[in-house]
């Protein structure tokens, strides 16, 4: 759903649309507005990460900026899309930080500086303890943040 048209975007294809598709006698023409009810369910206990943490298809690297670590984790795919990757993982928990730059060779545990752009330009590195700011204080929309999510 795009938040600021608050529309979602959809391809229909429809038997017949200028004979028993059409509305009121009006051919159904591509690119018309329509009001549609589309069954279907809600899925919990989904996370969702940038696109580009995604690796392999299939494994989000996860930075521990503490520890100064690198967690690749295998996860259960749910849907993706240009805006955002949805998934399950017990080992992935909201507000933990999805790792969106190129890594070579990347292993468990490999040493890594977490760096995150925040809101006002600045960078902040995650492995300094001074000054820290708290997870209301970040961006949870952010880039590289995980969130909850549904899809």
Do not use: C
């Amino acid at each position: 759903m795009n938040p600021q048209t608050r529309l979602i975007n959809i391809i229909a294809q429809l038997d017949d649309p200028y004979g028993a598709g059409a509305s009121d006698g009006a051919p159904m023409a591509p690119g018309l507005f329509v009001t549609a009810k589309i069954d279907g369910s809600l899925i919990e206990g989904l996370l969702v990460a940038p696109r580009g943490a995604l690796r392999s298809g299939n494994k989000v690297f996860i930075g521990d900026g503490e520890a100064g670590k690198l967690r690749l984790i295998e996860v259960d795919m749910v849907h993706s899309d240009p805006d955002g990757a949805w998934f399950r993982s017990g080992e992935i928990e909201a507000g933990e930080m999805a790792i969106i730059s190129p890594v070579q060779a990347a292993f468990n545990g490999m040493s890594i500086t977490v760096l995150e752009r925040m809101p006002d330009g600045t960078i902040y590195t995650h492995s300094d303890t001074t000054d820290r700011p708290t997870l209301e204080d970040m961006d949870m929309a952010g880039d590289a943040v995980i969130n909850e999510g549904a899809n």
